[in-house]
């Protein structure tokens, strides 16, 4: 009798952590999804704490962006500051997508692996104050590597060029290709911003 007793209640034991093992699994899971995609309360928290640090250390006089993805985020940052920045916003083209040809006058032409990029020239002819590059994501670093070398054959001093993501990945961090500002380290690009996945 006590013997079939310790039998279920060791039973009862068992069953009771394997659904534990899966409740908690699946919420793990569930966290680890989110972590992997911002909302867009999340990027108006993003545009507030990284306007605050930006702050602390200089006032863009422009923001540059690649193209409209940064240029959606450039929008919320740019409440952040006390007066209206301009921000000029490059023609981006994924390669892999049928798209007709970008400009070429007045433009700096920047081709990475995955994407073609045509950036306003008029972004370098501001004479004095700091020009902040920013994008939503940054993989490697190298197209902002890039793009600051760009400006600096422009005639942009390079201790006037500052950058910043919302989300830069560990590999550039590694490479040390990180962004000056930044709010979130993902592990790679399967993450998700509201307009869609990252690139």
Not at 58 to 74: D, E, K, Q, Y
Not at 143 to 151: A, D, G, I, S
Not at 175 to 199: L, T
Request: glycine share 4%; aromatic share 10%; no cysteine.
């Amino acid at each position: 009798m006590v013997e079939a007793a310790i039998a279920a209640l060791s039973w009862v034991i068992t069953i009771v952590s394997l659904a534990l093992t899966v409740y908690y699994g699946q919420k793990s899971s569930r966290l680890e999804r989110q972590k992997k995609k911002l909302e867009w309360a999340d990027l108006q928290a993003a545009a507030t704490d990284m306007g605050r640090k930006i702050k602390a250390s200089f006032t863009p006089v422009a923001i540059l962006t690649p193209g409209l993805r940064g240029a959606t985020f450039a929008n919320l940052l740019q409440n952040e500051f006390s007066r209206q920045v301009p921000v000029f916003v490059g023609v981006s083209t994924w390669k892999e997508d049928p798209h007709a040809p970008l400009p070429e006058s007045d433009s700096i032409a920047i081709e990475t692996q995955r994407w073609e990029v045509a950036i306003p020239l008029a972004a370098s002819r501001f004479p004095d104050g700091d020009i902040l590059l920013l994008d939503d994501f940054v993989m490697s670093g190298d197209f902002m590597e890039r793009l600051k070398k760009e400006l600096v054959n422009a005639g942009v001093a390079s201790e006037r060029i500052h950058s910043a993501a919302v989300v830069v990945t560990k590999v550039a961090m590694k490479n040390r290709k990180a962004p000056d500002f930044y709010w979130m380290v993902a592990e790679d690009d399967d993450f998700f911003f509201p307009w869609g996945k990252a690139r």
